[in-house]
């Protein structure tokens, strides 16, 4: 429940208004803050006395009200900011009309209306409590339309703590039990959570005898603990700014800030310019920070170490923190190992919950329509000239990109409405078949051949690059706003003839569509004009007819490749569109951007079938899942998430990228994931599992495109130090540990070498390799634009 309810917060789903039947169908609870995980609505009064109880319960979630009551008024006779609460949350019921839980609460508490009413009153709330009441009063009015509050973590059986009860220890002034808003909130809101005062001359004192206690303790324990210092040190610097004690909180930054991770350098970097209150009023990395709890995967033996420590030392502000800030994601077993925690840390908001990677996801194949493939005559009068004997076709590989059996963990065929084939695209079925015979079976003996394409002069700035599947166009995206198209056979390519000449054709002759063709237009490069800004993606349908492109002018372009126009002008995103993809099946794309957000579209709707909100920095790539059922995006975030193209959630969080993600591949099988990032390692995931199954090094600068072969014996790596390496699939892949231990703790063990995988290096003079492709027969394609030294 509690998971659900997280993803709920993460994830804002948005339906075009009048969808056709054809089109995904709207799930239920469909509209911003409701996802479609299942829990219902009780309406605003409802929902708001479920929200208003749990809240006053400081932390008993579904409890009844009665319990609430006696709990609230055990809080009367506690600390003031306990009444505070009760305060809040009884002028919260009154607003929203809900009198009889309004009396029962205040009989219980044995509170006086005049208190209620005059809840500002000199004598009653002074100043401050009052800010903190009205903080807090937003903070629950904000959650009111969602469903009712979750169970809190930590009272289930995963021992997540994210919030524990006041009993566990001194409660943070002005918290609000298990309600925790993750929507984009009120920025004052946010941050009167700072308004906790402590002495500003101990944080110091604080943080280094945490320190000092967390290296003296032993090996097992430290690594796990250890986590704990990010963001220990980035809240306790927030507090410091926040409460305007700047000098001490320059003082705490210097002295700390070298002991932080490699790889939370370009986090310090913003944070150091965090120096005074008004700075954090609109910083984004301020508001993720404290809106998102960072999430700690810590054995069950090293929390109980540190609870105990903090109790015994009596270190109300840290603990505060880590009530108040931070997830703990407790798991029974043996505590993982410095290498197991190094391989998983590093985003922006700590590691994912294990919750969050555990619903089913079907990353089967589709069954494929079952088409007659032709004999091909020519071939076999070729062979039997040269005296061979016919050979037969060669079955295709079970690993394989599709499979004529169903899948056991594919989606059902009509999960989602995919567009039908029509006879072009089953005569280009054909076509493949044929190529698929005589495809060279890559391995570590048989490595690929590799074509590259330079783009030399490219003055104008190669920022994209796609090929078509038949590898027979290329397009480039360029900064002077311009999308160029090659051909890159003998075959030039052809506008269609004007309406006029058009209508003198015969319509009902085999050749119409050679017919319809302008000789006189036929050239090897077109150049499509509409673009306002430089484009950053590129990308072909499966068909060939069409080419999207998105721009940092914040819109995708659909652009015709019989006429060499723009069609359509997609706009939704705000800011600049970093990527775009058209769905292995056509018809659906998907984009993503600056505003955090990637969207997935269809080709005949101007606005945006889902909205996949959740990631905390911009989505730099985006890539569909074979059986077009999911989408993958990688994020300035460090996380990679996984999105279910049904009901908009998000299935599947990775993190492990000590940088942003530019690169996503999924394996032709659909059951593997390989990511790569300015970090220069290549990491492959278990879409099914939820784990990291590999990290490959050997890059030593971004990894910007990743390709599988064909067959998925081999993954193509292209980065930004000139290279492309070839890494070997099958050995990556094979005899994975993901027995239910491993599942369950995230307790990965990955090779310690990863040179054994690396099957080869090709270097290019001084060509950064923007883009990778294998052709029907195995061929590798690569691209980039030469940069002179």
Partial sequence: MAALAEEQTEVAVKLEPEVPPTLLPPQAGDGAGEGSSGTTNNGPNGGGGNVAASSSAGGDGGTPKPTVAVSASAAEAGAPHDRQTLLAV??????????????????????????????????????????????????????????????????????????????????????????????????????SAYNQQGDPTMYEEYYSGLKHFIECSLDCHRAELSQLFYPLFVHMYLELVYNQHENEAKSFFEKFHGDQECYYQDDLRVLSSLTKKEHMKGNETMLDFRTSKFVLRISRDSYQLLKRHLQEKQNNQIWNIVQEHLYIDIFDGMPRSKQQIDAMVGSLAGEAKREANKSKVFFGLLKEPEIEVPLDDEDEEGENEEGKPKKKKPKKDSIGSKSKKQDPNAPPQNRIPLPELKDSDKLDKIMNMKETTKRVRLGPDCLPSICFYTFLNAYQGLTAVDVTDDSSLIAGGFADSTVRVWSVTPKKLRSVKQASDLSLIDKESDDVLERIMDEKTASELKILYGHSGPVY???????????????????????????????????????????????????????GGHDRVARLWATDHYQPLRIFAGHLADVNCTRFHPNSNYVATGSADRTVRLWDVLNGNCVRIFTGHKGPIHSLTFSPNGRFLATGATDGRVLLWDIGHGLMVGELKGHTDTVCSLRFSRDGEILASGSMDNTVRLWDAIKAFEDLETDDFTTATGHINLPENSQELLLGTYMTKSTPVVHLHFTRRNLVLAAGAYSPQ
């Fill in 537 to 591: 993606g590129a990308s072909f349908s499966p068909d060939r007819n069409y080419l999207l492109s998105s721009s940092e002018d914040g819109t995708v372009r659909l652009w015709s490749l019989q006429t060499f126009t723009c069609l359509v002008g997609y706009k939704g995103h705000n800011y600049p569109v970093w990527d775009t993809q058209f769905s292995p099946y056509g018809y659906y794309f998907v984009s």
């Fill in 90 to 191: 009884l002028q919260f019921l009154r607003q929203s009309n809900l009198r009889e839980a309004e009396e029962a609460l205040r009989r219980e508490a044995r509170l006086l209306e005049e208190a209620v009413a005059g809840s500002g009153a000199p004598g009653e709330v002074d100043s401050a409590g009052a800010e903190a009441a009205s903080a807090l009063l937003s903070r629950v009015t904000a959650s009111a339309p969602g469903p009712a509050a979750p169970d809190p973590p930590g009272t289930g059986a995963s021992g997540a703590t994210a919030v524990s009860s006041s009993a566990s220890g001194p409660a943070a002034p002005g918290k609000v039990g298990s309600v925790a808003v993750e929507d984009q909130p009120d920025v004052s809101a946010v941050l």
